[in-house]
């Protein structure tokens, strides 16, 4: 059974950084682009961040554009989300999803999330 797991999230001040990292068991999560994703309290789920399978590609949502970071280590079949200068609103549960048989461009895609391999989520709370 494949897996993603995600890690990394706590409770941290506005201004403050975190680091949320996403492994997966099963199969390598290197063979397919991975994204971050949240949704806050009361909210839908967004796109935040994808990555392309070389890690070569990157795409962000409006929202983290200049603060979130999307990486992957190929060799530690880990992907990371570097998240700076976090806000209030960046308050969410952070999900890691990958799409074994589409793009990095394409996760955003709305519909296209029923077809995403996805983690069980990790909260992010920024306090103010």
């Known amino acids: 059974q494949v897996r993603l797991i995600e890690s990394g999230g706590g409770l941290v001040q506005a201004g403050d950084s975190l680091r949320l990292s996403c492994t997966s068991s099963?199969?390598?999560?290197?063979?397919?682009?991975v994204g971050w994703f949240r949704q806050a309290p009361g909210k839908e789920r967004q796109f935040v961040a994808s990555?392309?399978?070389?890690?070569?590609?990157?795409y962000y949502a409006d929202s983290v554009k200049g603060r979130f970071t999307i990486s992957r280590e190929i060799t530690k079949n880990t992907a990371y989300l570097q998240m700076n200068s976090l806000k209030p609103n960046d308050t969410a549960v952070y999900y890691c999803?990958?799409?074994?048989?589409?793009?990095?461009?394409?996760?955003?895609?709305?519909?296209?999330?029923?077809?995403?391999?996805w983690g069980e989520g990790t909260l992010v709370t920024v306090s103010s």
């Open positions: 990555i392309n399978r070389p890690g070569v590609l990157t």
């Open positions: 099963g199969r390598t999560l290197s063979s397919a682009p």
């Open positions: 999803a990958a799409d074994f048989r589409g793009t990095a461009q394409g996760m955003s895609a709305p519909g296209r999330s029923d077809m995403m391999l």
